[in-house]
């Protein structure tokens, strides 16, 4: 049954003129139950909360409720010291023992959603390792003398041994030892009620824990690198776009320059197919015909009557001179086989058109056998490409 609270009434009746026996308030309180301590921790607290108020400067007062409650930095809590001191004794144990396997319970915020995580980490057991307790598979490369026990998880295998408000765990036997030798006086603190969430519980083993880690690390240094090729190849493509366009400018430059290189040529070279100028038609000279001399008397043409008629034959008959043209790149008249053609010095002939220029095409005109060879195909001159 618990006492009565005489004590806090007494304390809150007294003044500072007739001040209570502190041994009798000391004395009365450790007959107490743990809820009634309370009660009077908490009139207590707010009975010297009130006082230091109303004496303080309001700045002074200010400070003081926003510290009222508070421990001095580095200082234990009296209900914390013994819980403490038991996982002190949990790591001690099992770094001079060895450990089982356990698991570590941790709440992490998320960076990206803002969820918080609960994980469940599986813990692997200690080996004997060059002459300590280490964690089973803790020995590689980077850590050849393997990662022991600390403070941290000591917190979660001494809660694992024994939970001294659930009054059970796989070590009692432990925790007995631990209170026969622990000398400070037990302060229980009834632990905050647990309030139901959403929270996300991932579980995994120590080695899937390491990994996590070591994948995050190297999909950042991917993402990293990723980032950096893409830069260069933005910039790359820059370049390349620069250098794209220079060449083009140049090229179109060049396309001007050589068009107007062309067409100063053009006009200085006429078309083998622009009409004739009058000037550039020659007439073929016609030979006049030779006169047979009047001294030739008939009784000597009646003598050699044969070969009088052939020798003025021949004297009348005129020399057929052969045609021909200045190379002067233009062609000119050609009168052949009763038709009008033009021909140049090359012998390239076209039938003469009814404006004076070239008509079709007919070939080159072989001297040698006295015919046009049709199968020549009709040149092609630079103005007409």
Not at 312 to 317: D, G, N, P, R, T
Request: neutral net charge; hydrophobic residues 40%; aromatic residues 4%.
């Amino acid at each position: 049954m618990s006492a009565e609270l005489p004590v806090a009434s007494a304390v809150e009746s007294k003044t500072a003129a007739d001040p209570v026996e502190m041994e009798v308030v000391l004395a009365t309180l450790k007959s107490l139950e743990t809820a009634d301590l309370f009660k009077v921790m908490k009139q207590a607290l707010a009975a010297a909360e009130k006082r230091s108020t109303a004496a303080a400067p309001r700045g002074a007062r200010a400070a003081a409720a926003k510290k009222a409650g508070s421990m001095p930095k580095g200082v234990v809590p009296p209900q914390l010291r013994k819980p403490r001191a038991w996982v002190d004794f949990t790591l001690r144990h099992a770094l001079e023992n060895g450990w089982e396997s356990f698991t570590v319970f941790q709440t992490k915020k998320d960076k990206e959603t803002g969820e918080k995580i609960d994980e469940e980490i599986e813990m692997s057991e200690s080996v004997l390792h060059e002459g300590a307790h280490v964690y089973d598979g803790s020995v590689t490369e980077k850590t050849p003398a393997g990662k022991q026990l600390i403070h941290k998880d000591a917190m979660s295998l001494s809660k694992q041994r024994w939970a001294p408000k659930d009054k059970k765990g796989t070590h009692p036997e432990l925790y007995a030892e631990f209170e026969a030798s622990y000398v400070e006086e037990e302060v229980d603190v009834p632990e905050a009620a647990s309030v139901a969430s959403s929270k996300v519980v991932v579980k995994m083993t120590s080695a899937e824990k390491t990994a996590a880690a070591e994948a995050k690390k190297e999909a950042k240094a991917l993402e990293t690198a990723a980032k950096k090729e893409a830069k260069a190849l933005e910039a790359a493509a820059k370049k390349a776009e620069k250098a794209a366009e220079a060449a083009a400018k140049k090229a179109e430059r060049e396309a001007e320059k050589a068009a107007k290189k062309a067409e100063k040529e053009a006009a200085k070279k006429p078309s083998a197919k622009a009409p004739v100028p009058a000037a550039a038609i020659k007439k073929a000279a016609v030979p006049a015909p030779a006169k047979v001399p009047a001294a030739a008397s008939a009784a000597a043409l009646s003598a050699v009557k044969a070969p009088v008629k052939k020798a003025v034959v021949a004297a009348v008959a005129p020399k057929k001179e052969e045609w021909s043209c200045p190379a002067d790149g233009m062609v000119h008249p050609w009168p052949y086989k009763g038709k009008q053609y033009l021909r140049n010095a090359d012998g390239e002939v076209w039938l003469k058109g009814a404006d004076g220029g070239c008509g079709e095409w007919q070939g080159v005109y072989l001297a040698a056998e006295g015919r046009i060879d049709d199968s020549v195909p009709e040149p092609v001159f630079e103005d007409e490409e």
